[in-house]
């Protein structure tokens, strides 16, 4: 499965239908040339919309095209609202949990209503702004890895990254950016391959603006740190101390401080 798109987004009390594979052998084997045969049966499952499960039982269409399996999965009315929801399909196996991948899909409240999402980086305001637009774009992320060891042991490492960019976007530009900045919405996840050697993150093509030689983090709790320039307007760092939650302070040498 993969992301979810729609002429219309979904909301709560709608019917998703899903296609997935591995939920029982094809009819006839896996000649693509038979004619489309469907059986419906009823299987016991769970689904996550984000950290919403449900239990159910539904009915499946089990097709003849490559052991193709049709799902139909009705969201309850208090299914997550947002942009990046992502849905998983959990079965088992004589006892042995199964899972599906994790496509994200949208859900709006009402009818025909736009995507609205916390998560979202920029405004729909922002984005069909027909101007350049000057942004400084700041972002403390904290990143958890755990690994697992020997049997059930696992091992956990903190990252605390931090960027602050200076930037001048063109219209252009900036509508280019907008789709690498999606996040999932709260309470999902994206699932995919990690490499063990990861390519190096690139900026985003703009305009960089030198407002000085570092910048100043003043976090919630503890002292202020400094962060010095990689580039004219580029502010990049790495810590494992935790990024606490409240209000940060910010100071560039050349410009007025920011509360964030």
Known sequence: MNSFRFWTLPRPGDVLILYGTGLGPPIGG?????????????????????????????????????????LYLRFRKNAPIGCQVSIVVQTSNLGTPIVSNGPATAIAPTDHGPCVDPVDAFSSTLLTFPANSTILGISLQQNVTVTP?????????????????????????????????????????????????????????????????????TPPSGSPFMIPATAPGVFLGKSSAGIPAGLWGLQAREAPTWVL
């Open 30 to 70: 896996v000649d693509t040339t038979l004619p489309l045969t469907v059986i419906s049966e009823r299987l016991p499952r769970f689904m996550w919309a984000g950290s919403h499960r449900r239990t159910f039982r539904t009915t499946a269409d089990r097709l003849a095209v490559r052991g193709l399996t049709r």
């Open 149 to 217: 060891t020997s049997g059930t042991s696992t091992t956990s490492a903190t990252t605390d990254t931090y960027q602050i960019l200076a930037t001048g976007f063109t219209p252009a530009q900036f509508a280019a950016l907008a789709p690498t900045m999606a996040e999932s919405s709260n309470g999902s996840c994206f699932s995919g391959y990690v490499p063990a050697t990861p390519a190096a993150a690139s900026l985003p093509a703009a305009t960089y603006l030198d407002i000085g030689p570092s910048i100043t983090l």
